[in-house]
């Protein structure tokens, strides 16, 4: 990458914003998501109580009405009775949630990580660079798995713990409220173990971009001034990272979804009465048979899933094409 | 050359120990043990039984002699499935994720170096647009969506293949294609963006100034350039799909080793899992060894130096 160094502001290309908006594909995925989010957001707390709780009416189609409360059930209902729609709602916010933190934590991490070893240079660097090629030779659903086990027991039973206390000393909203949360530990579990792995690619495309940025004449000036180490990563190099952050940000998104689902899918990640994504097409899978076809209850989760999933993988390339410098004109 | 190999086997056989290492001793770390399930619960029958596992004693006794035993090449017992020695459950695992991941390999790099070299020489025409689409529809949707739905046509509804199972060829069609789909996706986006910036390169405009077709110019010279990011990622992916995946052999219900991993951590089954890991990891640094060889092959300017 030779043109690298003739031209410092490549990371802050003029047109950069422009040719994300210029690109048809990469809006309406935004548009998109922004309609789920607030959806996601809005939708659970606005429906009416006869769709959240269980019900009789076990396995309604779509478009039929409730067996008790005068509601519709838009997407039909599963085997408790719920709404197919409200699950749906509730496990866009988990999964959707848990993409955001779980790819904001590896992103944390990696950038940390990347611009370390990247400004550090020298023996620093090949020592944290080899670290992570050892990390890569060990397969990460190892590493999911091992840090679930690992805190799955610890924040339950700091949770249980509170609780228990709170019923000791008479608290009754605290005992309340923690026996509310502890289905939901499982939520951070999954956020923090799939964001402990997820840094990985995110340190190396930092480093090598720091590698970069260093050689530049503004960081040997703010050298030349006495600024620290600590001083130059945060006020000259971060700015310069950003873009190339959010876009890597936008591409993670979709990978630690797609991690959460399997994990739930397989029957590990989230757990009743929590939904997500994955756990709803694993619900579905489940009743799923030739001679009697209950298809709304995987068709729905899946194809709202592939669709998310599509629009973030758009919008993510949308945003390369504009600002990473590697990836040509 | 010589030295060149000499020096990959000491730091292949490093990451082999350290990745180990690092599996034994953090799942030997996790709370709960691989004989908490014991119906008689005793200290007594939990002391014999960790002793016959040679897991008694502190952690660094119990990893220096799983070294040792390792060093003899000895894999172990499962904890788990009493009768059955690592090696054992290795053998009857692995045929078939082999088999599976090595046509779906296949696949993936056949199909995907030709689709996304299509792409690039119809560059801004339906026909890239159609493929990149399609490829990024093909990252996006998970294999435990595919695979039901690919079941629900081909098996249930046209009735051309076999629902799940293993034994004759139709067997093998559905789950390769299931578990190579996202990846022809990443080998073609891949290919398409090499191509495109050799494309542009100087010594292809000379190609095509000596009057060779456009087809030709690629044929001869591009591919050989354009194809070395995507032998790089290729080297990887071969370590990833040839030790199995646990969705598509649970959707198409084939016994194979892509449970081995989870089900392994979650018994607490700590020489399976390393057995495992030792699979994987040998694989993973014989097909980086492979790609840098490779790489020397394709391009002549390229020292090999560990």
Redesign the interface.
Known sequence: MPEASTRPASLHRPGGWQSVRRNRPAMLSLGFLSLLALLALLGPPLMPEALKTTSEGAFLPPLSPGAHAPVTHLLGTDKNGQDLCYRLLSGARVSLGVGLSGAAISLVIGTLYGMVSGFAGGRVDALLMRTV??L????R??FI??FI??FD?LLKDAVDGLRLHAQASGWLWLEDTARRLLPYSKIVVMVLSLGLVEWLSMARLIRGQVLVLRELPFVTAARAMGQSGWRILRLHLLPNLSTLILTYLTLTI?AVI?DE??LS??G?GIEDPAASWGSL?KDG?QV?N?VESKWWL?AFP?AL??LS??A???LG?GLRDAFDPR??D | MLTFLLRRLISSALVLFFAVSLTFLLTRMLPGGPFDREKTGSARVQEALQEKYKLNGTLWQQYTSYLADLARLDLRVSTKYRDWSVAEILGQKLPASLKLGGIAFVLASTLGVLLGMIAAMHRDTPVDWAAMVGALVAISIPTFITGPFLIAIFALWLRWLPVGGWGSVSHLILPSVCLAAPYIAYVARLMRNSLLDVLRSDFLRTARAKGLTETQAVARHAVKVAILPVVTYLGPLAAHLLTGSMVVESVFNISGAGSLFVNSIQNRDVFPLCGAVIVYCALLVFFNLVVDLLYSLLDKRIRLHA
């Open positions: 090629d050892l890569y030779a060990v397969p659903i190892l798995m091992i086990a690992a027991g979709p797609l689902s399997f899918f397989l590990l097409l899978a799923i030739p995987l899946a899933m592939s999933l599509l973030l993988n758009f390339d990836s040509g």
